[in-house]
């Protein structure tokens, strides 16, 4: 039955079918308030119940999803469902399938794959960050938007941390035969981010050579050779590249390289035939838009012959100082918050002494700093994290004369790594000039 023209839940227009999946039809449809193009996967409810396991799977595609928030990786925008039906509304990525590009050129230069496979690893690292385990990394499952950037999809059959039993590891064997791990096939337990670097290495092997690195008559045999790690790369492989699938190609999980010594090998950070290039560290645009609200803060004034003045705090009125106060945000009646990423601390300082011992900070922890003319105090990382560069702003209100409150905030790149600088070094750092902090039950002054 034909579903164009469709209005579904009187929110989207339903389009034409973008494919079949193991659950369920993938239909593109458009929001009718917002006219955004989007993804909607239609789950029979029947066709999961009936079936062992499968209803327990979509729970946690839907928990793993609401997870994830990558550039990288397919976004979750809402859930739905009627009596017979559950509906993924999912951002819509129109390039279609990294696997069609393969079937289409044959192969790709190392150059493209190199990009591809950075953004690859990215999307994973994150992943794991979070305890999230993919388990079916393949082309088919790795999209291309409009501007040939990646998104990794599917998470039908991830696993969470939760699900290792007591000996720490994975025991469900899953994933498409000829991307799955050598630990895998065993059936003794696996480590779910060790598997999915492992399907990562397949995955670039296929990228440069346009077929698979473990083939056999039957699918035995290629279980074989997978298990022994049997695979030759062809001639055209780089040395680096060939070195840099050696090493995640390894058969032994406890012996296979980390995400990370791949990020800090030759080849993932310079690309093929590369010697001086450096990668272009992407640092957030100083007009980029955020969700913080506008509020007063310490401002330096020019003045006509453009120097700069020294600084000067606008105050806050009563009604301002109530509202920074966590009883008044509501924001968790809504949102769920996976990490805190503001902070907010009272401090009998001068407003330039607090400046000054944030700049000191920020040059032990090697981090920029930047200071904009509306006041606010911009410190950015030097290179890219998990979900970009991370950025936080610093901005100062004067409560009296002799007390000020400053508000600290995270802006962009990945919350965990946030908080583990925010509590391990930033925090400690202030304990100088802070005066009491606020929200976290340790209201008391600092001695």
Not at 141 to 149: Q, V
Request: hydrophobic share 35%; glycine share 8%; net charge positive.
């Amino acid at each position: 039955m034909d579903s164009r023209g469709k209005i579904l839940m009187e929110r989207y227009e339903l389009g034409r079918l973008l494919g079949k999946g193991t659950f369920g039809k993938v239909h593109y449809a458009r929001n009718l308030e917002s006219n955004q193009g989007v993804a909607i996967k239609m789950v029979d409810k029947d066709r999961v119940l009936s079936k062992v396991g499968q209803s327990e799977q979509i729970r946690r595609e839907i928990t793993t999803m609401r997870l994830v928030a990558h550039k990288n990786i397919v976004e979750l925008h809402e859930v739905m469902a009627t009596r017979n039906k559950i509906y993924f509304v999912m951002e819509y990525v129109k390039g279609g399938e990294l696997f069609n590009k393969i079937e289409k050129s044959g192969k790709l230069t190392e150059a493209a794959a190199h990009k591809y496979f950075q953004q690859l690893i990215s999307a994973v690292d994150y992943c794991h960050s979070r305890g999230v385990y993919h388990r079916d990394l393949k082309p088919e499952n790795l999209l291309l938007d409009e501007n040939e950037n990646l998104k990794v999809s599917d998470f039908g059959l991830s696993a969470l941390s939760e699900s290792k039993r007591q000996d720490g590891l994975l025991h469900t064997p899953c994933g498409t035969p000829a991307y799955v791990a050598p630990e895998v096939i065993s059936k003794a337990g696996y480590d779910g981010a060790k598997s999915d670097i492992w399907s990562c290495g397949v995955v670039l092997f296929v990228l440069v050579a346009g077929y698979l690195p473990f083939q056999g008559p039957n699918l035995m045999e290629m279980y074989r050779r997978i298990q022994h790690g049997e695979f030759r790369c062809p001639s055209w492989f780089s040395h680096k590249l060939k070195r840099l699938l050696y090493k995640i190609l390894d058969p032994n999980p406890s012996t296979r390289i980390s995400i990370q010594k791949i990020k800090e090998s030759t080849w993932f950070r310079k690309g093929p035939g590369a010697t001086d290039t450096v990668i272009k560290e992407k640092i957030p645009s100083e007009n980029a838009t955020t969700n913080a609200a506008q509020t007063p803060a310490v401002r330096r004034k020019k003045n006509a012959d453009g120097d700069v003045k020294p600084l000067t705090v606008t105050n806050l009125n009563a009604f301002e100082i109530i509202s920074f106060s966590t009883g008044f945000d509501l924001s968790g009646l809504f949102i769920k918050k996976e990490c805190k990423k503001e902070a907010r601390f009272t401090s009998d300082k001068p407003a330039s002494a607090i400046i000054s011992k944030m700049e000191d900070v920020a040059k032990i922890l090697n981090l920029r700093v930047r200071k904009k003319d509306d006041g606010v105090v911009k410190i950015l990382g030097r290179r890219e994290g998990r979900n970009g560069v991370l950025q936080f702003d610093i901005e100062i209100f004067e409560i009296t004369p002799f007390h000020h409150l400053v508000e600290i905030k995270q802006t962009s790149g990945d919350s965990l790594e946030y908080q583990k600088l925010f509590e391990e070094d930033i925090r400690p750092a202030l304990k100088d000039i802070v005066w009491a902090w606020h929200g976290d039950g340790q209201q008391q002054k600092q001695l």
